[in-house]
């Protein structure tokens, strides 16, 4: 089970930190990732970490503003967000995907989903 919190509404240029606690299995054989879906547009992939040695990856968009990290203690992944632009508006939820057989670091294989959380970002 997966359970996104942290979004909120702010100003273009603010930070949000997203986060993702995982419960219900062992996720040292997966990729825990991040996603959005702004309104009428697909649901796109923004970045994952690999649980066991924190191999990350990003969407060029996000490349420099956007960091991805995990804690094990807390089985909980985040994903820091600044310096925010309007464009990064969406429904964000997290996912799993299983390491072995997935394309995890392209966004590909998620088959754990949690709910979504809100980012707005004004201009």
């Known amino acids: 089970q997966l359970q996104a919190s942290g979004g909120g509404s702010v100003q273009a240029g603010g930070s949000l930190r997203l986060s993702c606690a995982a419960s219900g299995r062992t996720f040292s054989r997966d990729a825990l990732g991040w996603f959005r879906q702004a309104p009428g547009k697909e649901r796109e992939f923004v970045s994952t970490?690999?649980?066991?040695?924190?191999?990350?990856y990003y969407v060029d968009s996000v490349k420099g503003r956007f960091t991805i990290s995990r804690d094990n203690a807390k089985n909980t992944v985040y994903l820091q967000m600044n310096s925010l632009k309007p464009e990064d508006t969406a429904v964000y939820y997290c996912a799993a995907a299983p390491l072995y057989g997935t394309s995890w670091y392209a966004g590909t294989g998620y088959v754990y989903w949690g709910q979504g959380t809100q980012v707005t970002v004004s201009s």
């Open positions: 970490i690999r649980w066991s040695d924190s191999s990350t």
